[in-house]
């Protein structure tokens, strides 16, 4: 197995099950010399793992796979539905399910299931999401096993400054959401907010993403964009003088001193100064639309991850961060994505009705506001998702003000 995922692997169910629980990592095929409390699988190969989900029989397993694994892609459908179909096979269960690890300790010691029967009245199996690479909001994700293996619930635990603070960013979020009457987006209910052991936890209720996605879905992402962003009203005006130009300036001189944040400060500076009589129109946006944190439906978009979501923006950066996260995701260059986007920007915001010279000084807006929060959780974490700044940022934004100067 990868040291460093078998290492949060281990980590993860450390902080789920802490001491004087001991882990015992196995093969099936050795019986056990203990009563464990607890036996996970290790899906899809002990060699990457990506989720853990009790040691079930492998037709278990395989209704576990169907209703907690969302792929995006198409091939990871199909990889999805062979590891299902191969999980029926006789025998499935010695073959496709070698790895095991059991969690062994006193039963009336504290874990974070007996903490979660305590708070929902009821026991739950948890399957557990193991991110993928080294990331700085990276957290325990788990789902809480209802019957037939249906999750009923997504738990959070914030173990991190960061986490602490972006699970409760989440929950604010999910109250303003809850209250809201929306046509086009469902968005999970909060099933529980609390503490348990110094960390804040989040329990919300599952969306339905086994459900099957339409063919065409653009429609409808645009106007479940669009209903967010205007779900807690909205309102017009100059960008000078505006909550949202002020709350940059306020989260870039948070930040420690470092050459990153100086020129982001100054291209900010230059940035409003250029901007400073544009009218815009400010809402919300959901802060981290991806296809991996939405899932179309045929009456209406499920969203997810509602960590990063922020009110007073100017409307439309949700869908410049899901341009971007298509194209990367697939491989892209970051920097020529940057530019495409900036010069699809009237395009992408003609949903919002933004006109387009207001467009593009969104879309430089979001660049700010992205690179503050890279530098911001790099700060925190020492992580930064895409790297330095300065390498795919700074110099896009740097050229597009200088284009955007000289044609005033
Ligand atoms: N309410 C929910 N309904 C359905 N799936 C969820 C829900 N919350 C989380 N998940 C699943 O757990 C994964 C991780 O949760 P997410 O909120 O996206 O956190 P992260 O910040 O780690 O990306 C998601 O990609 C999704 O598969
Ligand atoms: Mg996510």
């Known amino acids: 197995m990868n040291p460093n995922r078998r290492e ?14 001991r882990l015992r990592l196995r093969s099936a095929a050795s019986y056990p010399d203990h009563r464990p409390v607890a ?30 694994v969302c792929p995006t892609s198409r091939l990871a459908r199909l990889a999805r539905a062979v590891a299902i179909t191969g999980l029926t096979l006789p025998g499935a269960t010695r073959l496709a399910l070698p790895g095991r690890i059991d969690i062994c300790g006193p039963p009336e010691a504290d874990s974070f299931p007996r903490y979660l029967r305590h708070r929902l009245g009821r026991p739950v199996a948890l399957a557990v999401h193991i991110g993928g690479p080294v990331r700085a909001n990276r957290k325990p994700v788990v789902a809480l096993l209802g019957d037939e293996g249906k999750p009923i619930g997504y738990a959070k635990l914030g173990v991190t400054p960061l986490t602490h603070q972006l699970i409760n960013n989440e929950r604010d979020a999910l109250r303003i959401l809850g209250t809201a009457q929306l046509r086009h ?5 909060i099933l529980h907010s609390g503490q348990w052991r110094g960390h804040n936890v ?6 339905p993403v086994w459900r099957p996605r339409p063919l065409r879905s653009s429609a409808a992402i645009a106007r479940a964009m669009v209903e967010v962003a205007t779900v807690h009203g909205h309102h017009t005006g100059p960008l000078t003088g505006s909550g949202y130009a002020e709350a940059l300036l306020t989260r870039l001189s ?16 230059r940035l409003l100064a250029h901007g400073h009589r544009t009218v815009l129109t400010y809402g919300a946006w959901h802060g981290d639309w991806t296809p991996w944190n939405t899932h179309p439906l045929p009456d209406g978009v ?36 940057v ?15 933004v006109p387009p010279a207001a467009a593009r000084l969104t879309c430089l807006l979001y660049l700010v506001d992205i690179g503050i929060r890279h530098l911001t959780d790099r700060a925190l974490t020492g992580h930064s998702r895409h790297g330095e700044i300065s390498a795919w940022l700074l110099p896009v934004l740097r050229y597009a003000l200088n284009a955007e100067e000289e044609f005033v």
């Open 339 to 353: 530019r495409e986007c900036l010069a699809r920007a009237p395009k992408l915001l003609a949903p919002f009705s």
């Open 202 to 207: 989040l329990v919300q209720s599952a969306l």
């Open 39 to 68: 036996s996970y699988r290790i899906l899809p190969l002990p060699q990457r793992p990506q989720l853990l989900v009790p040691a079930l029989p492998a037709r278990a397993t395989a209704r576990i796979l169907r209703y907690t």
């Open 185 to 189: 987006v469902t968005v999970p209910q």
């Open 302 to 337: 499920l969203v997810w991850d509602w960590e990063r979501f922020s009110l007073g923006v100017p409307l439309g950066l949700d869908a410049f961060h899901l341009f971007l996260a298509v194209r990367v995701s697939a491989g892209a260059d970051l920097a020529q994505t």
């Open 8 to 21: 949060y692997l281990l980590e993860i169910l450390t902080t789920l099950y802490p001491p004087p629980h």
């Open 254 to 269: 948070a930040l420690p001193a470092d050459p990153d944040v100086t020129q982001l400060t100054h291209l900010t500076r």
